[in-house]
């Protein structure tokens, strides 16, 4: 059984740095068997893929926001992180945590294709 939780500031003023954390129970994040990734939804869109982390430290990153994102893993705690840098209020959504076991034809951008969601985090930009 996998689960997971978002945790962090539920609002953030423009130009700071976003940070979350994700809390997994069950696997553990050296496990070669997952992939770790972070979603948002913003209000009348889809789930936007942010970017992900492998068991080996590897990131991945939607080219559209890599310059302002960062994902790490803290193994000893079993959890991993989101950074998004430079928020504007286009940045507020409910952010969430994910994770997809290892399997064929894997779209690692696809909400589809993930198992495990955290319940979400609603993250506002606004001073």
């Known amino acids: 059984q996998v689960r997971l939780q978002e945790s962090g500031p539920g609002l953030v003023k423009p130009s700071q740095t976003l940070s979350l954390t994700c809390t997994v129970s069950g696997p553990s994040l050296t496990s070669s068997s997952f992939y770790w990734s972070w979603f948002r939804q913003a209000p009348g869109k889809g789930r936007e893929w942010l970017g992900t982390t492998r068991h080996e430290g590897s990131t991945a990153y939607s080219p559209s926001l890599k310059r302002r994102t960062f994902i790490s893993s803290d193994t000893s705690k079993n959890q991993f992180s989101l950074q998004l840098s430079s928020v504007t209020p286009d940045d507020t959504a409910v952010y969430f945590c994910?994770?997809?076991?290892?399997?064929?034809?894997?779209?690692?951008?696809?909400?589809?294709?993930?198992?495990?969601w955290g319940q979400g985090t609603q993250v506002t930009v606004s001073s």
């Open positions: 994910a994770s997809a076991t290892v399997k064929a034809f894997f779209t690692i951008s696809d909400p589809a294709h993930y198992d495990y």
